[in-house]
């Protein structure tokens, strides 16, 4: 199946993400006529999001704002807050729950066997990059990290084979970022990436990859500043997880 959401689909979702306190209470009918579009429509938006049903759908939100949400502390909680804290939640648990600890073993073992690690990574991923970078020198892990476009394709085309390349792409497009990846795959040198996007195009040269999930709903919608708290768990997965096979060892 094409999980590309059509238009009518998209509006539909976006429609939930913003009623998503109510839609737990909904018929298929209601919704239907709330977001005013068919039920056969919301029927194949829920499988294209890997639900087997709109049913499936609301068991999935109530469980979640039952088990992991407690608002019994605050008299009264706005509903805009809400609503954030449940996409917040929702981004950390189904990162979490996508995370493959092959892939997380064979990230740890291929960094820990490189005499050098880079780090690549634009815009707001950098602080990941950033933190990253730190953490792996106070392991005392060669490590380096580069922005600036022309500087991250340079240095791609002079790494061994000696060497890991980890780059940091929220929707793993980014047009340098692409450009180095394809250098390092040409010259066989074993990389690494973080996204949350696992159809992009950095996934077509990267060796492992670890994706997390995030929202499509944007509270600043007229700039491109999306959250990256999936890249920020990855990363802290990551690195805990490496840290601690170095102490053990």
Known sequence: MDHKLSETEQYLWDYIESHI???????????????????????????????????????????QENKNINFSSLDKVDEGIRRAILKNEQEVVRTINMMKIGNIEDAIQKIKFADRVFLFARGFSEMIGQEMMVKFQLTGKNCQMH??????????????????????????????????????????????????????????????????????????????????????IIARILLDSYALRVTDN
């Open 147 to 232: 922005t600036d476009p022309e500087i991250i394709k340079n240095i791609s085309r002079k790494l061994t084979k000696q060497d890991i390349v980890i780059f940091i792409s929220l929707n793993g497009e980014t047009k340098e970022l692409v450009v180095a990846a394809k250098n390092c795959y040409d010259a066989e040198i074993g990389s690494i990436l973080l996204t949350a996007n696992n159809t992009s195009s950095l996934m077509n040269y990267c060796e492992i990859a670890l994706v997390g999930f995030k929202s499509e709903g944007s509270y600043f919608p007229d700039y491109e500043v999306r959250s990256r708290l999936p890249l920020q």
């Open 21 to 63: 306190l109510e839609v737990p209470n909904y018929s298929i009918v209601k919704l239907s006529e709330q977001a005013n579009v068919s039920t056969a429509t919301i029927v194949r938006t829920m499988k294209k999001k890997g639900y087997e049903g709109f049913t499936a759908f609301k068991h999935h939100l109530k469980e």
